[in-house]
């Protein structure tokens, strides 16, 4: 941090580029050194190049004001509740007759804004119904224009909003679920269930293979003995349908 200006203390200005330029034409005038001179004369250079630049970017930020602007509203908003763009860059002439306001307008979103937060945050009802009609997705629009209503999944904490991802959503949501009557799902009883389904698979594709090479009587089997094609709830090993059906189908030629 610089020292504090005391009193009496002029404050400097930054020179200017043409006041560099001057300071170093005067150096070159007197200068008798070749090496030095020309060291000077590329310095003049770059000023020269700096003052080109800057006089390029006012014209250019001149030009860009004096270019008529075409303003456009949306449906249904007034233009003379609008405040001139062309007029605000002194480039519109128009007088009253200009469609825009010539006057400063107040910021009345604010005052919207502030009256909107007071009334109390309801849920917007066509995103309930989106959401019950599985209809709702990232690109959902709601059909009323400028609705008020919340359309985002929200959390209310001291009278703030926060605005929530989906996983933040889900987790709020499983946290509501009754653990008593459900059970919690960790990494082991995961992989159990992963386990188990693999072997309901793995079974049921070992009773198509066996119905296919069995034909009718394993369809007669199924109708007759579905109770040979349900396993106990905690089975695991591997069994031969097909063998099992061919013995199931002897004794029964035997019996008779």
Same mark, same amino acid.
């Given at each position: 941090?610089? @020292? /504090?200006?005391?009193?009496?203390?002029?404050v400097?200005?930054?020179?200017s *580029?043409?006041?560099?330029?001057?300071?170093?034409?005067?150096?070159?005038?007197?200068?008798?050194?070749?090496?030095?001179?020309?060291?000077?004369?590329?310095?003049?250079?770059?000023?020269?190049m700096?003052?080109?630049?800057?006089?390029k970017?006012?014209?250019?930020?001149?030009?860009?004001?004096?270019?008529?602007?075409?303003? #456009?509203?949306?449906?249904?908003?007034? /233009?003379?509740?609008?405040?001139? #763009?062309?007029?605000?860059?002194? *480039?519109? *002439?128009?007088?009253?007759?200009?469609?825009?306001s010539?006057?400063?307008?107040?910021? %009345?979103?604010?005052?919207?804004q502030?009256?909107?937060?007071?009334?109390?945050?309801?849920?917007?009802?066509?995103?309930?119904?989106?959401?019950?009609?599985?209809?709702?997705?990232? *690109?959902?629009?709601?059909p009323?224009?400028?609705?008020?209503?919340?359309?985002?999944?929200?959390?209310?904490?001291?009278? @703030?909003?926060?605005?929530?991802? #989906?996983?933040?959503?889900? !987790?709020?949501?499983?946290?509501? #679920?009754?653990?008593?009557?459900?059970? /919690?799902?960790? %990494?082991?009883? =995961?992989?159990?269930?992963?386990?188990?389904?693999?072997?309901?698979?793995?079974?049921?594709?070992?009773?198509?293979?066996?119905?296919?090479?069995?034909?009718?009587?394993?369809?007669?089997?199924?109708?007759?003995?579905?109770?040979? =094609?349900?396993?106990?709830?905690?089975?695991a090993?591997?069994?031969?349908?097909?063998?099992?059906?061919?013995? !199931?189908?002897?004794?029964?030629?035997?019996?008779?």
């Amino acid at each position: 941090m610089g @020292k /504090p200006q005391g009193k009496g203390q002029v404050v400097k200005k930054p020179k200017s *580029n043409k006041d560099i330029k001057k300071e170093l034409e005067a150096r070159m005038f007197g200068e008798k050194d070749k090496k030095k001179k020309k060291e000077i004369q590329g310095m003049i250079k770059k000023i020269d190049m700096e003052i080109e630049k800057e006089k390029k970017d006012r014209e250019a930020a001149e030009n860009a004001k004096k270019q008529t602007i075409r303003q #456009l509203i949306p449906v249904g908003v007034d /233009p003379k509740t609008v405040y001139c #763009l062309n007029f605000k860059n002194k *480039n519109c *002439n128009l007088g009253d007759k200009c469609q825009f306001s010539h006057v400063p307008v107040k910021n %009345e979103e604010k005052e919207e804004q502030k009256i909107d937060n007071e009334r109390p945050k309801l849920v917007c009802k066509f995103l309930i119904d989106a959401l019950h009609n599985k209809e709702y997705s990232a *690109n959902w629009v709601c059909p009323v224009p400028n609705c008020k209503d919340l359309h985002k999944m929200v959390e209310m904490s001291e009278n @703030k909003e926060i605005e929530m991802g #989906l996983e933040e959503f889900l !987790e709020l949501q499983r946290q509501t #679920l009754s653990t008593e009557s459900l059970t /919690p799902v960790t %990494e082991k009883t =995961f992989k159990q269930w992963k386990e188990k389904k693999l072997k309901e698979e793995e079974l049921h594709a070992k009773r198509v293979a066996a119905l296919q090479q069995g034909n009718v009587i394993s369809l007669e089997m199924l109708k007759n003995r579905p109770d040979l =094609f349900e396993d106990a709830e905690d089975a695991a090993e591997d069994i031969d349908y097909h063998a099992r059906e061919q013995s !199931e189908c002897s004794e029964s030629d035997s019996e008779e």
